[in-house]
């Protein structure tokens, strides 16, 4: 789970993480918890959901590790950015500042992003990607990122880990609220195992995806 680990995945294109569409929970439920608003995607990949969120007229700003996937966002999406190399507090950064969507690429450790606070972060798939040592961490960088009476949007994953483990990982309601306190609200549940040969293969009868609504009160 070092930084090699992930870009190679890019490397080898072994990315059975990212999907071709919004998220389903994305695209019900986040218009009734803002608009406009300014927002993080930790991790980000070349998720389509920040294409979804910028048409929705929110600021948008992902953090990734690998370049390889800032081109390939750009180019499936037909996107043009403006490329420049940053330091933020003494880590270097590499930023694509799309030209015509409202959207920013940080290519580099999100653990030493700074400098920017948001009103929304989105985490579709950053929490599930760490094991369970690096999960305390994440959660007190995101907290440090977030305004005051910020919110977080998550989709977790839960499967039985006697049988199979990630990435990505199984974290349960138990996990996510001593990770981040505040109160977790259900927004949607869904059973993928019939989608999820892979999982199935592993030996698994159940893999359910939750969508969550964070708030510190």
């Known amino acids: 789970m070092e930084h090699n680990f992930w870009h190679n995945k890019w490397q080898i294109n072994q990315i059975g993480f990212h999907q071709q569409d919004a998220h389903i929970g994305l695209v ?19 998720s389509v959901d920040m294409i979804w969120l910028a048409q929705q007229g929110c600021r948008v700003v992902g953090v990734e590790l690998s370049e390889i996937a800032a081109h390939h966002f750009l180019k499936e999406n037909n996107l043009s950015a403006q490329r420049s190399d940053i330091s933020i507090e003494g880590a270097s950064f590499i930023v694509f500042r799309c030209k015509e969507l409202s959207i920013d690429l940080y290519i580099g450790d999100y653990l030493k992003f700074k400098g920017q606070t948001f009103d929304v972060i989105y985490d579709r798939a950053a929490l599930v990607a760490l094991p369970d040592v690096m999960r305390a961490e994440y959660v007190d960088h ?44 259900l927004l949607s549940e869904q059973e993928l195992i019939d989608q999820e040969e892979r999982w199935r293969k592993k030996g698994l009868s159940s893999f359910v995806e939750k969508t969550w609504l964070w708030s510190e009160t």
Do not use: H
Request: some cysteine; proline content about 6%; glycine content about 8%.
């Open 28 to 46: 019900n439920y986040f218009p009734k918890l803002t608009a406009q608003s300014k927002v993080m995607v930790p991790l980000c990949g070349k």
């Open 142 to 185: 995101s907290k440090q990122l977030l305004n005051e009476g910020g919110r977080l949007f998550i989709v977790t994953l839960e499967y039985d880990t006697d049988i199979a483990s990630g990435p990505p990982f199984s974290v349960d309601e138990r996990e996510l609220t001593e990770l981040w306190q505040g109160v977790f609200n």
